[in-house]
């Protein structure tokens, strides 16, 4: 039984659906103000390879991930790019600039993900194209004196929602017992938030019963979660810097309107960090897919690094953790290459890669623990030894085993297993004499190890022997 650890729990228990055999998803997406990097890549792949391991154990799984375009940050991006203009037209020149940076961002987003062959999600909700929603949805908290207008906008009481805190851990009394007064001047409580904000000159801004203005982000994903999954669903995931204010206010927002419950299990990925410090854009310690690609064009080993940390902890980003995942990478692609080459030499001795069924019970042992990957590459790269002693011995039947196992999981985690950008009869060619060398060296016969290398090398082909293993790169 798959368990998975809540959030709002703060513990792990068994997965349970709320339609048999069907899961219910929302993550939160992309505000599209500027390229995508590769912490992003990380929430994006965190949440496709819990949906392919739920599709790998039966179940049909609808993934909404919504796109924030319309922010802050959107509007801050477009006024820079503007050549100052004035009159009746910036207004207008400003939302069509917000609109053409928003698009942009997004295509950027979507070649990103991919790139890395992290399938898009199978709705993609705009909060520009629920406006009316959001509206209706405000109204029925307004209603239900969950909300009030004040100077134009419209606020969320934190202190009319009992349960306010309760996903981030904190204590309700504690909070709304906080400071009343603001910076906004118009707040009840320092901690309610905007549901409706009044417009500022220029911006993009729709009518509303309270005026003109747009709605507050968080009331964004209540909305868009709820009109395509239902006002209940199984999942809702994010980072882990979205638990507070974001997700604690969709929850409130939401099952304030209700008086039932919202999402009942919620995932939250940890930081990619640099140095140990969260990537991102405002520390412009971000490296960006596009960049990472230029460098090291195999998605697999951004992956690999992403993998071996468990999903809720941090990852520390390095050019050494990429060398280290081309060298585990490189183990298994070998191994399975000296399967090939047994196969060719007898194919009477291959065992075909079932269509579903290949044995992967540890990879699934690992997996049902709260998607513990790092466990599930050390299944892996269990397997990978043990094929590779059944070579040694001759048991090729048995190497194919462990081969289809490897293949089968490598497909559930989304790794391509693809030997780098070159065709595959050079890198099949490729692979053969980087093991080789390797075995030369294992006998100390280092004159033919070296021979191999200058070989290699006039193929142009670079190597470097890491302490995870050779690996190597085409010029
Ligand atoms: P944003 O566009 O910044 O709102 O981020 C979109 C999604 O990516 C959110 O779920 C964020 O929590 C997540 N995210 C942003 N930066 C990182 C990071 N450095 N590591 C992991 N996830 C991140
Ligand atoms: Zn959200």
């Known amino acids: 039984m798959l368990k998975i650890y809540n959030t709002l729990t703060k513990e792990k228990s068994d997965f349970k659906p709320i339609e048999k055999d069907k899961v219910k998803m929302y993550v939160c997406g992309p505000t599209v103000y500027d390229s995508p990097h590769i ?3 990380r929430s994006a792949y965190v949440f496709e390879t819990a949906r392919k391991y739920f599709e790998y154990i039966g179940f049909k799984v609808v993934l909404v991930r919504n796109v924030t375009d319309v922010d802050d940050k959107i509007i801050n991006k477009a006024a820079g790019e503007l050549e100052k203009t004035s009159g009746i037209d910036a207004g207008y020149a400003l939302r069509e600039k917000c609109r053409e940076v928003a698009k942009r961002y997004l295509d950027e987003y979507h070649k990103a993900m991919d790139s890395l062959d992290i399938r898009r999600p199978d709705h993609e909700p705009k909060a520009t194209e629920n406006i009316n929603e959001m509206i209706r949805f405000i109204e029925a908290l307004l209603k239900k004196d969950h909300a009030y207008r004040a100077g134009g906008n419209v606020y969320f009481s934190v202190e009319s929602f009992d349960k306010y805190g309760e996903l981030s851990g ?3 009394r504690n909070m709304r017992s906080g400071p009343r007064a603001d910076a906004d001047g118009d ?3 320092q901690l309610d938030f905007a549901l409706w904000k009044k417009v500022k000159s220029g911006e993009p801004s729709w009518g509303s019963p309270w005026g003109e203005g747009r709605p507050g982000w968080h009331i964004e994903c209540s909305v868009m979660s709820t009109v395509i999954l239902g006002h209940e669903f199984d999942i809702h995931g994010g980072g882990l810097d979205l638990v507070f204010p974001h997700h604690e206010n969709e929850k409130a927002q939401a099952e304030a309107k209700t008086g039932s419950a919202f999402a009942h ?4 990925n940890g930081f990619l ?9 405002s520390l412009g310690n971000f490296i960006t897919v596009e960049d990472y690609f230029k460098k090291h064009p195999d998605p697999d080993l951004l992956k690999i690094i992403f993998l071996s940390s468990h999903y809720r902890s941090p990852v520390d980003y390095s050019e050494d953790k990429v060398k280290e995942a081309a060298a585990a990478k490189a183990r298994i692609t070998r191994f399975i290459k000296n399967v090939e080459l047994e196969i060719e030499r007898d194919p009477s001795k291959n065992v075909p890669i079932p269509d579903r069924d290949a044995s992967v019970s540890s990879f699934r042992r690992a997996m049902n623990d709260d998607f513990n990957t790092p466990d599930a590459l050390s299944a892996i790269f269990e397997a990978v030894q043990s094929g590779n002693n059944f070579l040694t011995n001759g048991k090729t039947k048995e190497a ?3 081969r289809n196992f490897i293949v089968k999981c490598a497909d559930i985690l989304g790794l391509s297993l693809k030997v780098q950008d070159v065709d595959k009869r050079s890198a099949g060619e490729i692979e ?3 093991a080789e060398r390797e075995i030369a060296r294992g006998r100390k016969a280092f004159q033919e190890a070296d021979a191999i290398r200058e070989r290699l090398k006039e193929m142009g082909v670079e190597i470097e022997d890491t302490s995870e293993g050779t ?3 085409k010029n």
Do not use: P
């Not at 299990?265 to 939250?268: A, E, G, L, Q």
């Open 170 to 172: 904190q204590d309700a």
């Open 432 to 434: 053969s004499l980087v």
């Open 471 to 473: 690996i190597w790169r």
């Open 187 to 189: 707040k009840r409580h």
């Open 400 to 402: 194919c085993r462990e």
């Open 273 to 281: 960090t640099v140095r140990g410090a969260k990537m991102s854009k």
């Open 265 to 268: 299990v919620w995932m939250h």
């Open 39 to 41: 912490g992003h890549a």
